[in-house]
């Protein structure tokens, strides 16, 4: 849903001073008062628009606004720190596609693996999203070079024998 569409201001995702998102999922009125300290929007606790739940959905466009408008005053970074210590709150950061390498959740769910390469040298390879008790699969193999696998297929697959192999090689085949 666009953010400024949300019914519940507190279960939204807003834009930080550094174009970076972040998102809430709040959406019990117990986290207002906190959650205002926090954003240094203290005038707004009382405030009978937004005060409790339904009215702030019924003022959300404008509530919007101004959540728009502090959360824009400062990096993603230092709303993180100041969330953490400022109350019980639900929120998150919203990840693009090239926060994803260093995030903690994903190197710890092994989404992205250390490889080293032969030729090379270390590099970040995609990791297997699930683990199969039967099959477990190995995102540290390398893909093979261009025809080093082919007498392989040829023999072993194909059922080819190596004079067969031979003679494709000398016609320049393979």
């Not at 949300?6 to 834009?15: A, E, Q, R």
């Not at 993180?80 to 990840?95: C, Q, R, S």
């Not at 893909?143 to 190596?162: D, F, M, Q, R, V």
Request: proline content about 6%; charged content about 30%; aromatic content about 10%.
């Amino acid at each position: 849903m666009p953010a400024r569409k949300s019914f519940n201001p507190l279960w939204n995702h807003y834009k930080c001073g550094d174009g970076k998102w972040i998102c809430f999922g709040m959406i019990q009125d117990r986290y207002w008062k906190d959650f205002c300290t926090a954003l240094g929007i203290q005038e707004l606790i009382e405030d009978p628009r937004f005060s409790k739940m339904r009215e702030r959905g019924k003022n959300r466009r404008e509530l919007i606004q101004i959540l728009d408008r502090a959360l824009a005053t400062k990096t993603r970074d230092e709303w993180m720190h100041i969330l953490k210590h400022g109350g019980d709150f639900i929120y998150t950061v919203v990840n693009s596609v090239n926060d994803l390498p260093t995030d903690p959740q994903v190197l710890a769910n092994g989404y992205i693996v250390d490889y080293e390469h032969p030729e090379l040298g270390k590099k970040q390879l995609v990791g297997l999203p699930v683990i199969l008790s039967e099959t477990p699969g190995d995102p540290r193999g390398r893909a093979p070079e261009l025809g080093e696998n082919t007498e392989l297929i040829l023999t072993e697959l194909l059922g080819y024998s190596w004079e067969e192999v031979a003679k494709l090689r000398e016609a320049g085949v393979i």
